[in-house]
């Protein structure tokens, strides 16, 4: 089965940066969600196949996906952080061709990596 491992989540403080990082086990589309407490699961980042990417607007011109692949690893750097950041990121990745920019169109998902942005 398609596995998928995060890493680089943490405390900071706001204003700083954090760069997360997801390794992987089989090539799909892959993307960033994350899930603050008492909210739902939101889209951060995708990459799609053919290497477009799309932001949630809360983010734009602040975070960066990225993706190694000859190192099956997907990054997600994060700058110029605020308090609104904090939540439990979550790699995921799926199948479809050109998914959705929705938690429901993703199959796969990782345990997740906390990002708490204090001030």
């Known amino acids: 089965q398609v596995q998928l491992v995060e890493s680089g989540g943490g405390s900071v403080q706001a204003g700083g940066s954090l760069t997360l990082a997801c390794t992987y086990t089989m090539e799909y589309r892959m993307g960033w969600f994350r899930q603050a407490p008492g909210k739902e699961r939101e889209g951060v980042a995708v990459i799609y196949y053919d290497g477009r990417t799309t932001y949630a607007d809360s983010v734009k011109g602040r975070f960066t996906i990225s993706k190694e692949n000859a190192k099956n690893t997907l990054y997600l750097q994060m700058n110029s952080l605020k308090l609104e950041d904090t939540a439990m990121y979550y790699c995921?990745?799926?199948?479809?061709?050109?998914?959705?920019?929705?938690?429901?169109?993703?199959?796969?998902w990782g345990q997740g990596t906390q990002v708490t942005v204090s001030s």
């Open positions: 995921a990745a799926s199948s479809r061709r050109w998914p959705q920019f929705i938690p429901a169109s993703y199959e796969y």
